[in-house]
């Protein structure tokens, strides 16, 4: 089945830095979706793309659907105590199933 | 978007019994959808819960072990039967409304199995 890379598997950082984080595919999608989830809680559309190129910004979020539809990033600027959680990207093709990465643990250090 | 309310929000049970949750969704969407997110993992769909008919399971998940209803387009249960320390997760229902190709979540639930 497809796979999807997500990298870093987790990262520290200052407050106030800029974080990037992004997954890769061995195959392509229609739509990458970006969530975040927060302990106890469950994952919040953060981000959606659906098309090759796309560029998206939410508040300080932003995200690329990357040109070969195999590849997205997301990009937090000046981070906060609050970004504090794990990050998930989704791809989706057709009538399959989201394909999830395994997500970017993000711990931000005040 | 689409707000998700589900049923317990935690739940700790015994070996051997079952637990049927719920999600409740504020509009009608199509498809329904749970998932299984075991301890620090990613999410793993169960299965496509579908309205007026058998829901649709994922490789490794079986309807004696998980079966699912869904009445209506804005309902459907879970329930994780005959329970193992192994089904400890939390059980996530998610909904695609349809108009865009996204999925929405909702809280989860936390079971612990004793």
């Known amino acids: 089945g497809q796979q999807l890379n997500q990298s870093p598997q987790s990262m520290f950082i200052q407050e106030g830095e800029d974080v990037s984080m992004n997954c890769t595919s061995s195959?392509?999608?229609?739509?990458w979706l970006w969530y975040k989830q927060d302990p106890g809680e469950g994952p919040v559309l953060l981000i959606a793309l659906y098309k090759a190129g796309e560029l998206t910004s939410n508040g300080r979020l932003t995200a690329q659907f990357g040109i070969t539809r195999k590849d997205s990033f997301l990009n937090i600027s000046a981070s906060i105590p609050s970004d504090v959680g794990i990050y998930f990207c989704a791809g989706h093709l057709g009538n399959t199933p989201l394909v999830f990465g395994k997500g970017t643990r993000l711990s931000v250090i005040a | 978007s689409a707000v998700i309310s589900q049923k317990p929000s935690r739940d700790i049970c015994q070996r051997g019994t079952s637990l049927t949750i719920q999600c409740q969704v504020d509009?009608?969407?199509?498809?329904m959808f749970w998932y299984r997110q075991q301890p620090g993992q990613s999410l793993t769909l169960i299965a496509t819960?579908?309205?007026?008919?058998?829901?649709?399971?994922e490789s490794g998940f079986v309807i004696d072990k998980f079966p699912i209803s869904r009445p209506n387009l804005t309902f459907s249960t879970l329930t994780v039967s005959n329970m193992s320390p192994e089904d400890s997760s939390i059980y996530l229902c998610?909904?695609?409304?349809?108009?865009?190709?996204?999925?929405?979540f909702g809280p989860g639930t936390r079971l612990t199995v004793l």
């Open positions: 509009s009608q969407v199509t498809m």
């Open positions: 998610s909904v695609d409304p349809g108009v865009t190709d996204t999925q929405y």
């Open positions: 819960a579908n309205q007026g008919s058998e829901a649709t399971y």
């Open positions: 195959s392509i999608f229609n739509t």
